[in-house]
């Protein structure tokens, strides 16, 4: 069964930073480019960061170049996203999954930016 299990979200200040952890089961996470996507209050989700899965190159949406850091770790079965410098705009429900042939999304991780 595949399953996605995001964590590490919650109340970060303007500037602080988070972790996000993905963690993988059910299909062969090691061959397969991973996504980390978000999905704001009132709006549609939206891709974030992608990892490739061999030579983990690495793409970012122009709004998070800079402060966000994605990265994997095959044997874990886990992506995750760093972030820094957090701004309000940041403020969503952040999802990993496939960069394409998405399976079931997992619950997400709540992430809120405010003073």
């Known amino acids: 069964q595949v399953q996605l299990v995001e964590s590490g979200g919650g109340l970060a200040q303007p500037g602080g930073s988070l972790r996000l952890s993905c963690v993988t089961s059910?299909?062969?996470?090691?061959?397969?480019?991973m996504s980390w996507y978000r999905q704001a209050p009132g709006k549609g989700r939206e891709l974030v960061a992608s990892?490739?899965?061999?030579?983990?190159?690495?793409t970012y949406a122009d709004s998070v170049k800079g402060r966000f850091t994605i990265s994997r770790d095959n044997a874990k079965t886990t992506v995750y996203l760093q972030m820094n410098s957090l701004k309000p705009e940041d403020t969503a429900v952040y999802y990993c999954?496939?960069?394409?042939?998405?399976?079931?999304w997992g619950q997400g991780t709540s992430v809120t930016v405010s003073s």
């Open positions: 999954n496939k960069v394409a042939n998405l399976v079931p």
């Open positions: 059910g299909f062969p996470f090691s061959v397969y480019p």
């Open positions: 990892i490739a899965s061999r030579d983990r190159r690495t």
